[in-house]
């Protein structure tokens, strides 16, 4: 049964090899395309978790990821990180900047190294398609290409039409070029081995958990993304004086891991982000850790006094970074937020046109 079930595949490969030319078919198992063969990681070792379900991976290649929140959440800066590290594993990096947000002293900050960077500037849909089209052309594997942001984006006649002093309503004709504009991108990830990373504002009030079809750009940026984040910031502070933000990063959607998990991510404004932050409270809820009183032990060691303390001391014990990693993989732990999984259960059942009125209306007429 199964030699006949072989030769059938492999008569029908070789008829699409010879007559649909240019065409990616082989068995599954044989496909690159098909499979994960590059993982970058990201600066936070509790989001990498959320995404793979590994301390150690992260994004996965030939992916296109969505990053979105309410302004001043720091989507700019978490693209940059991003593809820094991604630079660092051989990735070329190209941005291609809507609203001049990842300008070079910015993109150094984050560690991006920008003389070997290429940057691009446009609001215009039809110059980043056209922009996208050459970059498919090239053929270039291991690319990371950012989008800030796709808000940022307009029509070029939208211009026009003002300049003649008889400006259109869009109708539409905009979301239709973000969608094909992200599966323009898509497909460059996709057959190029590359990663793509976009950024999105999303509507509404941040102290509320974030719908997604409060996305800007529409139904596209849910539709054609791998994997999308989206972020709330909360301000880290030293008496009053704010020395960092906290950021919970939700996966809204994740096509290589369960969605709807919540990572830490904290971000020092001089020392950086803390790759360790959030992981303290996993490792006890593994029992890898112990607390006693105020003092936290791993095994026979103490890792300190106090959250603080003891979270800064992880680095020091890389066995116990293993275990946890273990653990996550033998028992598939996952921390839902139940939350965001029903709004995108109630998303599902609206129809295009109630997603693109405002979230206000919305609630009103519920």
Known sequence: MAEKAKSFFEKLNDNIQKN???VHASIMAHSDIAKVSDWIKTPSLDLNRILSGDLNKG???????????????????????????????GYKPIIID?????????????????????????????????????????????????????????????????????????????????????????NICIEQESIGIVTGHMYGSPSVVPMPDQVGGGKAMRLFPTILISLKKSPIKDGSSVIGSEISATTIKNRMYPPFQTATVSIDYKAGIDPYAGLLELLMTAGIVKKEGNTYSYKEEKLGVGESRANSNIQKFPALLEELNEWLKKTGYSSLDSAVAAAVTELETMSEEEEEEPPTRRRKKS
Request: hydrophobic share 35%; charged share 30%; proline share 3%.
């Open 59 to 89: 994004i996965p290649n030939r992916s296109l990821v969505g990053i979105v929140g309410p302004e001043h959440t720091m989507k700019s800066s978490f693209m940059v990180l991003c593809m820094a590290e991604a630079q660092r594993q």
């Open 20 to 22: 649909v030319k240019g």
């Open 98 to 186: 809507t609203e001049r947000g990842a300008e070079a002293d910015f993109c150094k900050r984050w560690g991006l190294d920008v003389e070997n960077t290429y940057y691009t500037y446009t609001p215009w849909d039809h110059e980043i398609k056209s922009i996208l089209a050459q970059i498919k052309e090239t053929g270039e594997k291991k690319l990371i290409i950012g989008i800030d942001s796709m808000g940022g984006i307009d029509r070029y006649k939208v211009y026009e039409d003002a300049l003649k002093g008889d400006p259109k309503a869009d109708q539409g004709q905009l979301q239709k070029n973000i969608r094909s504009i992200l599966k323009l991108l898509l």
